[in-house]
Every structure is written in C-alpha cells, then in structure tokens.
C-alpha cells in the first residue's frame, strides 16, 4: 500500500509541476499573412466583408467538404455574423469593427471535443502599385490543455496556421480575379440612334494599340471642354473611321457629346464634329473591354446573318456607358456597340 501511496504522490507531483510548468510557458500568439491581389481595393474589401463568399474560397472546405454553413440576415458591415458545422469543429464568426476599405475586425469561437476556443481575426486591405496588400491575422491566447498538447504532441500551431492563411488568401485572389472576367455579349437588334453634336480628337493607330489611344483621348477631350466652359450632354464615344484587321491599322475619333455646335480655333486638335440620327443595330457589352473583339464580331455577324447593309457615309462607333472611372470592377464596365444600316434594310425586316 506504501508503494501506492508513493506512486500517487509523485504522479501528484508530476501533475503538478508540469501544470505548474505549462501555466507559466507563454500561450499568446499572433498569426498573419500577406498577399498582393491584382484587384481595386473595394473589391477585395467587399468579398472578405460578406461572409456568404467565404464558402467558395475559405481554406477549411478543402480539409472538411462536409462542412454545413449557416447564415443569418445580416451577413455584411459591422454586426455581420455566420456558423458552421463540420466534422470535427462547429463554430462561429462575428464582424465587430469596420473600416470601408481598410479593416475589418472579427470575433472568432471554435467549439471542439476539448472545449470551446476563442480568437481575434482582423483584415487588413492597403492599395499598392498593381492591386491591393491584404493581410489576414489572427491572435488569441491558448488554453493550459492546448500548451501542454502542442508540447507534447511537437504541434506547431504557428506553422500550420500560416499554411491555412497562405492557401485561403490564395483562393481569395482567384476568386476575385474570376469575378472580375465575367462578362456577357447581348445583340439588342435594331433601335433608333438620335445623333447630335461632339467634340472629338482623331488618330491613327493600329488595332491592337486603340484601347490604349482611347483611354489618353477622352480625357484630353474632357480636359478641353471643361477648360473651355462646354457643356458636356453624354458618355464618351469612339468612332471608327477606318479599321483594318488585316493590316492591324485603323483611324479612330474619340470624343464627348456636347449640346450644340461648338467653333475651335483653327490650330485646335479638339474638333467638333455631328452625328446623324440612325437606324443602328446595337449590342451591349457588360464587362472588360478584352472582349470587344468579341462583341464587335458578334454584332458583324448578325449584321451579315439578317442581311444589313451599312448605311452610306457613316461609321460604326462605341459609347462607354460605364467605365472605369465610374466603376473599378470591369465586370461592371457597359459599352454599347452600333453599326448604322440603311432605311430599307429595316422596312424590308418589319415586313
């Protein structure tokens, strides 16, 4: 019995030192990652800001697929929230800080066969050269059961949170990038253009740089009407004078709407130009200009299919309904496509 005694002591003692000795080990800890994403800030902002897309690229999904999420109403801003359900951890999240664009703060608990356990989780967005920095951390303390686990067992919580951090940011950038090439090609068939006066800059270019000429033009034509007091009436426009895919060469007129004629001084490289009232076949581009090429052949096509012809003197031109100024995200970009076509081509279909 003596023996017994003795053993109990001393397991007592070694219980208690090593309770004694893991009390005292240092439990707190702070993680986080960094990645560049070739994305407007807000737009990353905003896919980390709903918690309803971070099931599509949430690092865990690939360790437990039969995860269950659960979502309230609010799921965006300040107060946010979502749970899940998996196979060895259920758990919860909570947005308790917002700074649109900056930083988002989260309260994070983990209910797992040894308890529940509680972190911090903060984001932080920064608009850099290319894109946007996001780092993702989180900091929290360790529980006596988890330093004497991690101990033992030669866990390094660390190291594995910075791979779960490293492959989540990465399905982060791939889903925002995805987001961002969406587009759609709709043929619209025939309307009514009305025309009107514009001012305008022309070039010669070949096919491939013209993206690049436009996007230095238009502001030259703004730059000039908003020097000059002119009122501007519309979206910007180019109109392709000539266009040579075989030679890769084209001639384009970038401009403005304004109200009326407006008189340049001769030596100006601003013009003022008129547009007729048309019959056009129009389409509608929603997403990155890349797929004009796209659109353009779309448009040729039905043009060829219905047997349009071109009207006489006229031009097939864009306007850019929204663009980046107005939208940073190109799968939000509308540009409208026209080709104008002959009185008759349009009796001729009504018939």
Same mark, same amino acid.
């Given at each position: 019995?003596?023996?017994?005694?003795?053993?109990?002591?001393?397991?007592?003692?070694?219980?208690?030192?090593?309770?004694?000795?893991?009390?005292?080990?240092? @439990?707190?800890?702070?993680?986080?990652?960094?990645?560049?994403?070739?994305?407007?800030?807000?737009?990353?902002?905003?896919?980390?800001?709903?918690?309803?897309?971070?099931?599509?690229?949430?690092?865990?999904?690939?360790?437990?697929?039969?995860?269950?999420?659960?979502?309230?109403?609010?799921?965006?801003?300040?107060?946010?929230?979502?749970?899940?359900?998996?196979?060895?951890?259920?758990?919860?999240?909570?947005?308790?800080?917002?700074?649109?664009?900056?930083?988002?703060?989260?309260?994070?608990?983990?209910?797992?066969?040894?308890?529940?356990?509680?972190?911090?989780?903060?984001?932080?967005?920064?608009?850099?050269?290319?894109?946007?920095?996001?780092?993702?951390?989180?900091? @929290?303390?360790?529980?006596?059961?988890?330093?004497?686990?991690?101990?033992?067992?030669?866990?390094?919580?660390?190291?594995?949170?910075?791979?779960?951090?490293?492959?989540?940011?990465?399905?982060?950038?791939?889903?925002?990038?995805?987001?961002?090439?969406?587009?759609?090609?709709?043929?619209?068939?025939?309307?009514?253009?009305?025309?009107?006066?514009?001012?305008?800059?022309?070039?010669?270019?070949?096919?491939?740089?013209?993206?690049?000429?436009?996007?230095?033009?238009?502001?030259?034509?703004?730059?000039?009407?908003?020097?000059?007091?002119?009122?501007?009436?519309?979206?910007?426009?180019?109109?392709?004078?000539?266009?040579?895919?075989?030679?890769?060469?084209?001639?384009?007129?970038?401009?403005?709407?304004?109200?009326?004629?407006?008189?340049?001084?001769?030596?100006?490289?601003?013009?003022?130009?008129?547009?007729?009232?048309?019959?056009?076949?129009?389409?509608?581009?929603? @997403?990155?200009?890349?797929?004009?090429?796209?659109?353009?052949?779309?448009?040729?096509?039905?043009?060829?299919?219905?047997?349009?012809?071109?009207?006489?003197?006229?031009?097939?031109?864009?306007?850019?309904?929204? @663009?980046?100024?107005?939208?940073?995200?190109?799968?939000?970009?509308?540009?409208?496509?026209?080709?104008?076509?002959?009185?008759?081509?349009?009796?001729?279909?009504?018939?």
């Amino acid at each position: 019995m003596k023996i017994l005694k003795y053993l109990f002591f001393l397991l007592l003692i070694l219980f208690i030192a090593g309770a004694i000795y893991f009390a005292t080990k240092d @439990g707190t800890y702070e993680v986080e990652e960094s990645q560049i994403i070739k994305a407007p800030v807000n737009l990353v902002f905003d896919k980390v800001n709903n918690y309803k897309t971070w099931e599509n690229w949430g690092p865990w999904n690939k360790d437990d697929p039969t995860m269950v999420f659960s979502y309230p109403e609010k799921t965006s801003g300040e107060g946010a929230s979502y749970s899940w359900n998996g196979k060895d951890v259920d758990g919860s999240m909570r947005t308790t800080a917002v700074i649109e664009n900056q930083r988002l703060e989260q309260d994070i608990t983990f209910i797992t066969p040894a308890g529940e356990r509680n972190a911090h989780v903060y984001w932080q967005f920064e608009e850099v050269d290319g894109g946007t920095k996001v780092t993702w951390g989180i900091r @929290g303390e360790h529980t006596l059961m988890d330093k004497a686990y991690f101990t033992l067992m030669s866990y390094d919580f660390d190291a594995d949170m910075r791979t779960m951090y490293k492959s989540g940011l990465t399905s982060l950038d791939e889903s925002v990038l995805d987001d961002m090439q969406v587009y759609t090609v709709t043929i619209n068939g025939i309307t009514q253009y009305s025309g009107g006066f514009y001012m305008y800059v022309t070039t010669s270019t070949t096919i491939d740089a013209a993206r690049g000429k436009i996007k230095e033009m238009i502001p030259q034509v703004q730059r000039y009407m908003e020097g000059n007091n002119i009122t501007i009436s519309g979206k910007p426009l180019t109109i392709y004078n000539s266009r040579d895919i075989n030679n890769n060469s084209a001639i384009i007129s970038s401009g403005i709407p304004t109200t009326s004629q407006i008189i340049v001084a001769e030596d100006s490289s601003i013009l003022c130009g008129f547009m007729p009232s048309y019959s056009v076949i129009k389409t509608t581009l929603k @997403g990155d200009y890349k797929n004009l090429k796209e659109a353009w052949s779309s448009t040729e096509a039905y043009l060829a299919k219905n047997n349009f012809v071109p009207a006489q003197n006229s031009y097939p031109f864009e306007i850019y309904v929204v @663009g980046p100024e107005d939208n940073p995200n190109p799968a939000a970009w509308i540009t409208e496509l026209y080709i104008p076509v002959t009185i008759e081509d349009i009796i001729g279909e009504s018939l």
